[in-house]
């Protein structure tokens, strides 16, 4: 590990000799970034893993100690968390679950194992401390607001808990030190399936026991023995378990703001409910996977051919993003999100017209950065991959 190694002065002469040898043979990024960082080059983003907690069977939770560049994070957003797989640096988003207070500057991810994963199962089966990754800094429009609202009620399903347990942990660390922080009532709402797959149990009991926060797990199909707050709910998200749990959230004068993540059908659901209220402003969401695509307009099949100008590889157009068209035809460009919010994918179209698929809105201006996970050609394209 020498990623956090004070360096010695070294002669340049003695530290470019180093570095040839350096970069002629695979070594962690952090013996990289280290030669790097010595030559005055800035190499952002290292990082080491200083603590692995296999929570559940499917579960891993990394506790990672960022490079000196790291500026904090707001409760609720993401990092790309870059990981040598087989030899090839890959990044996924993760949300830090840890309050944005924590004191040692630490972060926490929490990362599902999905069992044809990539990044995930990697991290799960080879994490281990001392482990060297990269993390970008902390982005994402889904956080807690500012001011702090009085009222706040967090959903989660699955591993959508992360960015709300993050919540949770800040506003319980604020209560009483932050003068806009008058919370009144807190309730974090979290659905599982099965008893087994409850990630910071001890966590969620330590908040359930503070003053003004309340914690409900739910299981979809079997009451929760010694989970903070089920008393006996099961099943799905439906209203009568919001309106039970925090009846205060719409009464006629709440301020709460909902904070939701979680699996696509459950989002819906709590969407539904909001939209029913007339509180859909009063809803904040994330998600950690693509929703469906906007349709194309009907004019026809994809006609044209790609172009993937950097590999000199052209392939029929099938319509489908650019990402999945450039795997397609046998490229493995990064990427980290596959929903166009982390930019790991961006590259430069050249010439051409592509459709932006979460909102059907078409461009055609050249030599324009744009994220090949969410943009589909019209027509011919050429793209610097
Ligand atoms: C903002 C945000 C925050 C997130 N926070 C967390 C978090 O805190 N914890 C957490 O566990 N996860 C989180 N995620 C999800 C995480 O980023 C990864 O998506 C997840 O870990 C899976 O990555 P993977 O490499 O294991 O899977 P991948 O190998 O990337 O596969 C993921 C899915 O994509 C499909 N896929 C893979 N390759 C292709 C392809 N070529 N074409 C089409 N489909 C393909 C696979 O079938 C699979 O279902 C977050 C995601 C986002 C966007």
């Known amino acids: 590990m020498v990623a956090y190694a004070p360096f010695k002065k070294v002669s340049t002469g003695s530290l470019w000799g180093s570095l040839a040898r350096a970069l002629s043979a695979p070594h962690p990024v952090g013996r990289y970034s280290g030669y790097l960082r010595a030559l005055g080059v800035n190499v952002d983003g290292a990082a080491t893993v200083t603590d692995v907690h296999r929570d559940t069977a499917d579960s891993v939770t990394l506790t990672i100690r960022p490079g000196r560049d790291w500026r904090g994070f707001a409760a609720g957003q993401f990092v790309n968390l870059g990981v040598v797989v087989d030899g090839v640096r890959h990044t996924r988003c993760f949300s830090p679950c840890d309050s944005e207070h924590r004191a040692d500057g630490q972060i926490q991810l929490t990362v599902k194992a999905h069992p044809d994963g990539l990044v995930s199962r990697a991290l799960y089966d080879r994490a281990r401390p001392g482990m060297d990754v990269t993390l970008t800094p902390a982005a994402g429009e889904f956080r807690l607001h500012e001011p702090r609202p009085r009222d706040v009620v967090l959903i989660s399903g699955g591993s959508g808990i992360t960015p709300v347990l993050a919540m949770a942990r800040t506003l319980a660390d604020e209560q009483g030190w932050r003068t806009e922080s008058a919370i009144r009532r807190v309730h974090l709402l979290h659905y599982i399936d099965r008893v087994e797959d409850l990630v910071h149990a001890a966590e969620l009991r330590r908040l359930a026991a503070l003053p003004g926060i309340g914690v409900t797990v739910v299981t979809a ?45 459950m989002m819906d659901a709590v969407r539904a409910v909001y939209a029913e209220r007339g509180r859909e402003d009063r809803l904040h969401t994330e998600a950690f996977t693509a929703p469906a695509p906007v349709a194309p307009p009907q004019d026809g ?34 990427y980290g999100c596959r929903m166009g919010i982390c930019f790991t994918c961006t590259a430069v179209r050249r010439s051409g017209c592509t459709r932006d698929t979460t909102t059907g809105a078409v461009d055609a201006e050249p030599d324009q950065p744009i994220q090949l996970c969410v943009s589909a050609p019209v027509g011919d394209v050429d793209v610097e991959i």
């Open 221 to 265: 199909d079997e009451a929760v023995g010694g989970v903070p707050g089920a008393h006996g709910l099961t099943g799905r998200f439906t209203a009568e378990h919001l309106d039970l749990r925090a009846p205060w959230a719409f009464g006629p004068d709440s301020v709460a703001e909902t904070y939701l993540c979680g699996p696509a059908p």
């Open 301 to 334: 099949p994809p006609t044209g051919t790609v172009t993937f100008s950097a590999s000199d590889v052209t392939a029929e157009n099938t319509g489908d993003s650019l990402l999945e068209q450039a795997e397609g035809a046998g490229l493995t460009p990064a």
